[in-house]
């Protein structure tokens, strides 16, 4: 056999005694929870944006940014609702090169998962402890879920995930939203079918169990933007494309239509300073089609306290080690521009 089990890993469970979640944070957890749902259902109009660095790859920095996020919410709380990206697993398209906090809690040591489950946890507590924000996280293993279902707030199903079995299936067990990017090539019927199993109930495996799940309603859709056949960047933000998908949705038995879109990736060609021009040009497409501002629940912005991106091993604090981000004076200003639009 070509593969070496190194070691069996601590079971969800054993995590969650080992480092809980407080009572009071539950109780800050679940009245999130139900404030972000409200939006995806449409009883309440508030503008969601899921901001934040590229890759959560230190913990210092990722709750330095998150604590500035907190007082820029109190700014706009009547218009925005923001859940801070905490995003641990980094998918790579080749498989090579860093894959998050999850697999290197240390960017610049080897992988060590065990280290990296309780890194991962603890984090997101801190982040709740410290600022009052539950968070995103990228569902890079639908197997990691377990550790984090009792503080996230947010799932998103990535590009290079959106069509696989586990991942559908396991989306239809969670009890917050789940947002299924379209994939890397574009084709937005992999995601709509993938949106459909989410909101379906399944008979499936999990974590060594026969699991069952009733369904998630509030599976919806990410548009990233795509890549062709020979690596070149196109958008899929536009008015047309916003308006098409609105069709898409109508034509389907698909609860809580909505759509989040990511104003970085293949929608900027990875031009991380596009993004506050495209997050305005979809602002102004909402203000021109009821259709699109009904299906627009909010942004998915790639921001962190340094303007663009760095080698690991550079060490300059709060810049991104994977895609560039929009730093944190410019980030400011587009939340606020936001806002004043809204």
């Not at 503080?151 to 396991?170: F, K, M, P």
Request: net charge negative; proline share 5%; charged share 25%.
């Amino acid at each position: 056999m070509s593969m070496t089990f190194i070691r069996e890993l601590p079971k969800p469970s054993d995590i969650k005694n080992e480092h809980p979640v407080s009572p009071e944070l539950a109780v800050i957890k679940a009245q999130r929870d139900e404030e972000i749902k409200a939006v995806f259902c449409g009883e309440s109009d508030k503008f969601l944006l899921i901001i934040g660095p590229c890759s959560a790859d230190s913990e210092e920095p990722v709750i330095d940014y998150i604590t500035r996020l907190r007082e820029l919410q109190e700014k706009v709380k009547d218009k925005i609702l923001i859940i801070p990206r905490i995003y641990t697993g980094k998918p790579r398209t080749t498989g090579d090169g860093y894959k998050g906090m999850l697999h290197q809690p240390n960017p610049t040591a080897m992988p060590d998962l065990a280290s990296g489950i309780v890194a991962v946890r603890n984090l997101h507590i801190k982040a709740l402890a410290e600022t009052g924000f539950t968070a995103a996280d990228e569902m890079l293993y639908p197997e990691n879920y377990s550790y984090l279902d009792d503080i996230l707030a947010y799932v998103a199903i990535g590009a290079r995930s959106v069509e696989n079995q586990q991942h559908r299936l396991v989306s239809s067990g969670v009890s917050i939203p789940v947002g299924m990017k379209n994939p890397t090539g574009g084709d937005i019927s992999v995601m709509m079918n993938a949106i459909t199993a989410a909101q379906h109930s399944h008979a499936f495996m999990y974590r060594g169990y026969e699991a069952k799940s009733d369904g998630n309603p509030y599976a919806h859709a990410i548009l990233r933007g795509y890549v062709n056949e020979r690596g070149q960047s196109f958008p899929n933000y536009h008015f047309e494309d916003l308006y098409r998908l609105a069709q898409t949705y109508a034509e389907k038995d698909l609860k809580n239509p909505a759509v989040i879109v990511d104003t970085n990736h293949a929608n900027s060609g990875k031009q991380y300073l596009e993004q506050v021009r495209i997050a305005k040009e979809i602002l102004h497409s909402m203000r021109h089609s009821e259709d699109i501002r009904k299906l627009v629940k909010g942004l998915m912005i790639e921001s962190y306290i340094e303007d663009g991106c760095q080698k690991i091993g550079e060490d300059i604090y709060g810049k991104s080690i994977t895609d560039p981000c929009l730093g944190w004076e410019k980030s400011e200003r587009l939340v606020l521009d936001i806002a004043d639009i809204l």
